[in-house]
């Protein structure tokens, strides 16, 4: 499908494609037939992302396809780059049965768990063009050294590898990639022997889940690994409790999409108690803080089709920013707040939010599909020609002929 395509050009081409009527989609998603007709007559160029979603998902396609997302890191790179990276994820010498020469030289234990952090770190800074480059190589030398040392170390730090290959997947608009990643991340925690590893690969699992829209799975395999680890609030280490809020936190995103708010909130809750007690956490290639439980009571406020937004920004007022720790969960947090404060009709708020993302997370920002529709809906609504929103829009790849 063409890259330079409207939102409305594609719903129309997908439609055609599954012969439906714009009322039948319409009903599919339970979207408005007005809505679907002005998309395709590209007299509206976006929606909100609930819409976004719903559509997407009516028609059977990934939403990043919808809103033809880029997927592709703005750099290139001799030894690496998204296509290195599947070609790792699917690795033949990681096949069972398949015989296939694998000549890498092992790295030492060390030396392979301090490059893991180091990738860790670029992940959540938002450096996914460095890390495309050199999570291939990481990923080889990982197996090699798994089939070298054998060791629990070894295997514990390859399927953080792993989530990392997951992660930086499911960003670039790969969520099949993603998946396969998490399979290999799953087969290694298990070789490592530590069950709270197991527990953020199934968190990661259900991130990913979440992107393929299959909400319902998403939320039933988080919501279960978390029954499975929930720990005893007496004895319990820092780590327990932030492998176990991390699974509640998964698991109430996507049962807040499916409709079911008031649960996605009783998780958090849950989540939260649980963040108190541990305090500020970081372990399995994440963290964990009350911050974090309250950044994503944000995310699920949006969701609510009727009070969403004025919720969003309500419970925003009780996020100190400061105290997020990682820099692209920041940049996250920060569009949708703007995404609420669009919503809202704050538009300029909404632009001055996103701008200063922008600025901070660059890489990351033009990846996103939330912060791409919130953009289109700001070109919509302008009244007239604000140069630092098309600017914006520009540098994001968003059409500008409204």
Do not use: C
């Not at 997302?69 to 990681?94: F, H, I, K, M």
């Not at 768990?113 to 999570?135: I, P």
């Not at 958090?268 to 009571?297: H, I, K, N």
Request: aromatic share 4%; proline share 4%.
């Amino acid at each position: 499908m063409n890259s330079t395509a409207s939102i409305g050009d594609r719903i129309r081409a997908l439609r055609e494609l599954r012969d439906i009527t714009q009322e039948q989609l319409a009903a599919r998603a339970e979207v408005s037939v007005d809505t679907v007709r002005k998309l395709e007559q590209n007299t509206r160029q976006s929606a909100r992302i609930t819409t976004l979603r719903a559509l997407a998902r009516a028609l059977d396609v990934q939403l990043e396809r919808l809103v033809g997302q880029p997927t592709v890191s703005p750099q290139l790179s001799e030894d690496g780059g998204l296509l290195a990276l599947r070609d790792s994820v699917q690795a033949l010498d990681a096949l069972p049965g398949v015989s296939f020469d694998a000549d890498e030289d092992a790295p030492a234990e060390r030396a392979f768990s301090d490059a893991v952090a180091t990738a860790t770190l670029a992940y959540w800074k938002g450096e996914y063009a460095q890390l495309s480059s050199t999570l291939p190589m990481l990923l080889r030398d990982g197996r090699a050294a798994a089939r070298e040392h054998g060791t629990e170390l070894v295997w514990s730090r390859l399927a953080l590898a792993y989530q990392l290959a997951a992660s930086l997947s499911v960003q670039s608009g790969h969520p099949d990639w993603a998946f396969a990643a998490v399979e290999r991340q799953l087969d290694a925690a298990h070789r490592a022997s530590d069950p709270l590893l197991e527990g953020m690969a199934v968190s990661t699992l259900s991130w990913v889940l979440l992107r393929q829209g299959r909400w319902e799975q998403a939320a039933t395999v988080a919501e279960r690994k978390a029954d499975e680890l929930e720990p005893s609030f007496r004895r319990a280490t820092p780590s327990q409790y932030a492998v176990y809020g991390n699974l509640l936190i998964a698991a109430a995103t996507p049962t807040a999409r499916h409709g079911d708010q008031d649960i996605a909130q009783q998780m958090l809750t849950a989540a939260e108690a649980a963040a108190v007690r541990s305090g500020p956490v970081r372990a399995y290639g994440s963290a964990f803080s009350v911050t974090d439980v309250r950044t994503q009571r944000v995310n699920v406020a949006l969701t609510d089709p009727d009070t969403g937004a004025a919720s969003a920004l309500a419970l925003a007022a009780g996020v100190d920013t400061a105290a997020i720790s990682r820099p692209v969960h920041s940049a996250s947090y920060r569009t949708d707040v703007a995404q609420a404060q669009q919503q809202t009709g704050d538009h300029q708020g909404a632009l001055a939010t996103l701008l200063e993302v922008e600025h901070d997370q660059p890489e990351w920002m033009r990846l996103q599909p939330s912060a791409l529709a919130t953009v289109r809906e700001l070109l919509e609504a302008e009244r007239r020609r604000n140069s630092g929103l098309r600017g914006l829009a520009s540098r994001l790849g968003v059409d500008l002929t409204l």
